[in-house]
């Protein structure tokens, strides 16, 4: 892997996967992970929304996940404050992989996520609000989107293997425990409440 500065963003969650036998990284809300090497990245979604960005030629690749915040203005442009969050997330994996030699030209987006896990949210729809904004927003930078999984009521876990493109989706019928939710309760309330002036460094 070619040296190249680390953010605070950057998943560092590595482990070794034994199922898949392979080296893989763990991305959790607010986090996102690039590499050009033979890795599986793997992220769990309820309402948060994750994009696997993918170089068709080199095989660089990653994955962010990420969640709007509450748009208190009432619009649905991209240039809303929410929106910014979206934009400032898919900045971080899109810069990261030209770092690490990735073409703007040939990147390829897979999305999914959005679902509406989250009952006692305090807007509505926030699943299908990330949706809107990454397609939107992947249509406005030319980026194709060759497959999607999105929206319905159920977390999906996603392992992605940038190397080759390959995703493997897994529906999560029913949550046992309540990580995922609480876990996409506190990376909301953190969004919520950074400023909304100055610097855009939101996660």
Known sequence: MKSIEIDK???????????FDTPAVK???????ATDTEEMIVTVLGSCVS?????NYSG????????????????SSLLTESA??????????????????AQRRRLEAKVFGGGQVIKDFTFANVGER??????KHLHNEGIPVVAKDVLNTYPRKVHFFPN???????????????TLIEREKGYLKQVEHKPEVGEVDLF
Request: glycine content about 8%; charged content about 20%; overall charge positive.
């Open 60 to 75: 660089v690749g990653g994955l962010n996940h990420f969640l709007l915040p509450h748009d208190r203005s009432g619009e």
């Open 164 to 178: 080759s493109g390959r995703v493997m989706l897994k529906k999560i019928n029913s949550l046992h425990n309540s």
């Open 51 to 55: 994009v696997c960005l993918r170089d």
């Open 9 to 19: 963003h950057f998943s560092l969650s590595h482990y070794y996967d034994r199922h």
């Open 130 to 135: 990330n949706v809107q904004f990454v397609l």
């Open 27 to 33: 991305v959790l809300p607010g986090e996102y992970y």
């Open 84 to 101: 910014r969050y979206g934009t400032y997330a898919m900045e971080l994996l899109v810069n990261h992989l030209l770092k690490l030699g």
